[in-house]
């Protein structure tokens, strides 16, 4: 062990002198973490919906009332008043306004004959979060609005009653078991077979070569110094993280360890995929070309943004080989469900049995060569 503990002090020892691969390794996941947590799963408010009323009648006056109330409680949308459709669809088309609703010049004569009355809604469809986000509203707007006498105290339609076992949880929150996951892989990025491959430009891994240090032992050493680093990467991201986000409880002990475990483990299982995919690649601008095609490949597929039911055939396959799709599922349940170590023994599982076998793979294709 003492061949081993010599190489992974010497990495340990670079990696304090550079503080900017400190800050890129834990602070820039914090910086994504916040940027996306808050730019992405927000309620969209403030939309701006002109609104053409045509008809002016009591029936008219009252949806545009209801309009007013959903301005100033849910904010869903501000409306602005125009005199005719032209200048609203002016600005609608001119990016001013996100929609507009038109109001017919029959619209209270059909409401009091109960004729189908009908209220138009045109939308900039190019967004379809804005879009969708009016037309949801809307439509609910229009449920009470037609209301037109109490309904029966007991109903023979069916009603569905939602129970949500768990608070609600912001996307921020339901962000961070990725973000977390990802900080560990930059350390891995940046430890383990790449430390391998710039000693290789720089010539020192000649020193390794005259030692009597078993390959096994030489690859041991690097890996264990890039877990330790993705490790101290995980827990700052874990702890601060939680806090950011606004995780219930974040310092209960139970779940740091088990937090803790599963940062290991995940940093091992990463560290170590790395290490194979560098094993025998000598030129150093290799990594730098496929960094941020890995990132994308490994990170998206594996439900950290998205759920993974949403995603196509062909994706599912490498969800399901992903070692970020088990460490993010491991982390969703210690963060937001607080469970035990028996919900995430399958992920335990796997990226231990991932990081044997990449391990081994990578112990067999090492080469002590120049």
């Given at each position: 062990?003492?061949?081993?503990?010599?190489?992974?002090?010497?990495?340990?020892?670079?990696?304090?002198?550079?503080?900017?691969?400190?800050?890129?390794?834990?602070?820039?996941?914090?910086?994504?973490?916040?940027?996306?947590?808050?730019?992405?799963?927000?309620?969209?408010?403030?939309?701006?919906?002109?609104?053409?009323?045509?008809?002016?009648?009591?029936?008219?006056?009252?949806?545009?009332?209801?309009?007013?109330?959903?301005?100033?409680?849910?904010?869903?949308?501000?409306?602005?008043?125009?005199?005719?459709?032209?200048?609203?669809?002016?600005d609608?088309?001119?990016?001013?306004?996100?929609?507009?609703?038109?109001?017919?010049?029959?619209?209270?004569?059909k409401?009091?004959?109960?004729?189908?009355?009908?209220?138009?809604?045109?939308?900039?469809n190019?967004?379809?979060?804005?879009?969708?986000?009016?037309?949801?509203?809307?439509?609910?707007?229009?449920?009470?609005?037609?209301?037109?006498?109490?309904?029966?105290?007991?109903?023979?339609?069916?009603?569905?009653?939602?129970?949500?076992?768990?608070?609600?949880?912001?996307?921020?929150?339901?962000?961070?078991p990725?973000?977390?996951?990802?900080?560990?892989?930059?350390?891995?990025?940046?430890?383990?077979?790449?430390?391998?491959?710039?000693?290789?430009?720089?010539?020192?891994?000649?020193?390794?070569?005259?030692?009597?240090?078993?390959?096994?032992?030489?690859?041991?050493?690097?890996?264990?110094?890039?877990?330790?680093?993705?490790?101290?990467?995980g827990?700052v991201?874990?702890?601060?993280?939680?806090?950011?986000?606004?995780?219930?409880?974040?310092?209960?002990?139970?779940?740091?360890?088990?937090?803790?475990?599963?940062?290991?483990?995940?940093?091992?299982?990463?560290?170590?995929?790395?290490?194979?995919?560098?094993?025998?690649?000598?030129?150093?601008?290799?990594?730098?070309?496929?960094?941020?095609?890995?990132?994308?490949?490994?990170?998206?597929?594996s439900?950290?943004v998205?759920?993974?039911?949403?995603?196509?055939?062909?994706?599912k396959?490498?969800?399901?080989?992903?070692?970020?799709?088990?460490?993010?599922?491991?982390?969703?349940?210690?963060?937001?469900?607080?469970?035990?170590?028996?919900?995430?023994?399958?992920?335990?599982a796997?990226?231990?049995a991932?990081?044997?076998?990449?391990?081994?793979?990578a112990?067999?294709?090492?080469?002590?060569?120049?």
């Amino acid at each position: 062990m003492h061949r081993i503990w010599a190489i992974v002090e010497r990495d340990l020892r670079r990696f304090r002198r550079s503080p900017t691969l400190i800050i890129v390794s834990m602070i820039l996941p914090l910086v994504q973490l916040v940027v996306l947590g808050y730019a992405f799963g927000g309620k969209v408010k403030h939309l701006q919906i002109g609104v053409v009323d045509q008809d002016h009648g009591v029936p008219a006056v009252k949806l545009k009332e209801m309009f007013q109330a959903v301005a100033a409680n849910a904010a869903t949308f501000d409306t602005i008043a125009y005199s005719d459709e032209a200048s609203a669809m002016a600005d609608l088309r001119n990016g001013r306004i996100n929609g507009v609703v038109n109001i017919p010049p029959d619209f209270s004569r059909k409401v009091l004959a109960g004729a189908n009355p009908r209220v138009a809604l045109i939308e900039d469809n190019t967004d379809q979060f804005s879009s969708s986000a009016m037309e949801g509203t809307l439509t609910q707007l229009l449920g009470p609005y037609n209301q037109t006498r109490l309904p029966p105290r007991l109903s023979p339609a069916a009603t569905l009653s939602v129970v949500e076992i768990y608070p609600y949880v912001p996307y921020i929150q339901y962000l961070l078991p990725g973000t977390i996951a990802l900080a560990i892989f930059v350390s891995a990025m940046i430890g383990g077979g790449i430390i391998y491959i710039d000693d290789k430009a720089r010539g020192l891994h000649e020193g390794y070569l005259v030692t009597p240090i078993r390959k096994f032992e030489l690859i041991m050493g690097f890996n264990f110094a890039g877990a330790a680093k993705a490790i101290i990467a995980g827990v700052v991201l874990m702890t601060c993280g939680s806090l950011i986000a606004g995780i219930p409880d974040p310092f209960n002990l139970l779940r740091m360890f088990r937090m803790l475990l599963l940062v290991i483990v995940t940093a091992l299982a990463l560290i170590s995929m790395m290490f194979l995919l560098m094993v025998r690649v000598s030129d150093p601008l290799v990594p730098r070309a496929i960094f941020g095609v890995l990132n994308t490949v490994l990170f998206f597929p594996s439900g950290a943004v998205y759920p993974t039911q949403a995603f196509p055939a062909w994706m599912k396959v490498i969800t399901a080989i992903d070692p970020f799709t088990y460490a993010v599922h491991g982390f969703k349940e210690l963060l937001l469900k607080n469970t035990g170590l028996a919900a995430i023994l399958p992920d335990l599982a796997y990226l231990s049995a991932f990081t044997v076998l990449t391990m081994v793979a990578a112990t067999l294709l090492f080469r002590r060569t120049l």
